[in-house]
């Protein structure tokens, strides 16, 4: 009887061996110079927002007096330690004197309203016929082809130069006044029109014009206020403006007004009422330019000043 005999190579074939893998145990990494420590990758800085500090309304007049005040003092100082003598400029003192003077007589309230109310015709001329022409040209390829070239044109020429040519045309009546500040203010009002204008949104106008709006509707509703920023810039430009014409205006031949107050002063040589026409002239500037900031605030709510008009 036979018994079974193993095959060696059977009993030398080993079984599957498991392997299991040995945990790789994580290195400590110390942080190298110029990494931080919280793991950002390096050559990167933490962000640190600026928190801006709300500022009070009486701060921020306070600040924007300064200037107006030190250069006040300068004049006073100067007076008063005879750099400027009354035959160069007069003293501070000297002045509000005349103010009182012109006042009292009736001349300055005549002279201003004068003033005030042939600058505001010129200026809403102006501002009416830039309006409309940088409507048309910003709007439409007719318009564009056939106004902007000629416009842009009389845009470089001054008003000043002018001057004569109103004088031969319209005289020396207010007719010619009022249309030098009209023509003044026209071309500030027209290029910001057109630029506004020009950047509104065509997809949006495309889009108004496929529901069915008209020309005017698109305008007036889509165009004028996409163009907002821009006319109350050119309404900015055009305002001061509107000053700096208004000097050159009065000086033809005129009887009335602020102009005439300093042809007369010349004359006299009474620097005291000259330096009171120049600081009117100036409080008309400012009063305009504060105007524009007002509506500003009112139309544009959401504008701030600048970038950094909340920083400290």
Do not use: H
């Amino acid at each position: 009887m036979t018994t079974p005999v193993s095959s060696p190579s059977a009993a030398a074939v080993p079984g599957p061996v498991k392997v299991t893998p040995e945990r790789a145990t994580p290195e400590k990494v110390t942080p190298t110079e110029g990494t931080p420590v919280d793991g950002s990758p390096p050559g990167l800085v933490r962000p640190r927002p600026q928190l801006r500090r709300p500022r009070s309304r009486t701060y921020s007049l306070a600040v924007r007096a300064l200037g107006p005040v030190a250069l006040l003092v300068l004049w006073w100082v100067s007076s008063a330690i005879g750099l400027l003598t009354p035959d160069v400029l007069a003293s501070p003192p000297q002045v509000i004197d005349a103010v009182g003077e012109l006042w009292g007589n009736g001349q300055l309230s005549d002279a201003l309203a004068t003033s005030l109310t042939r600058s505001g015709i010129g200026l809403v001329i102006g501002l009416a016929a830039g309006l409309t022409l940088g409507i048309t040209t910003g709007f439409t390829r007719l318009g564009d082809e056939l106004l902007d070239s000629s416009l842009q044109t009389l845009r470089t020429i001054p008003f000043l130069s002018l001057v004569p040519l109103f004088m031969v045309w319209f005289g020396i009546n207010e007719t010619a006044k009022i249309l030098l500040i009209a023509v003044a203010t026209t071309f500030p009002m027209y290029v910001s029109t057109v630029g506004g204008v020009r950047n509104t949104d065509r997809k949006l106008v495309e889009a108004m014009r496929t529901f069915g709006l008209g020309r005017l509707a698109i305008v007036r509703q889509v165009v004028l206020p996409g163009a907002l920023p821009s006319l109350l810039a050119g309404l900015r430009l055009s305002m001061t403006l509107s000053v700096i014409a208004l000097i050159a205006a009065e000086e033809i031949n005129a009887t009335e007004g602020i102009g005439y107050l300093m042809s007369q002063a010349q004359s006299y040589a009474r620097t005291d009422i000259l330096a009171v026409c120049i600081l009117v002239y100036g409080l008309l500037g400012l009063t305009a330019d504060v105007l524009v900031r007002g509506l500003e605030r009112v139309l544009m709510p959401w504008r701030t000043a600048g970038p950094g008009g909340g920083a400290r």
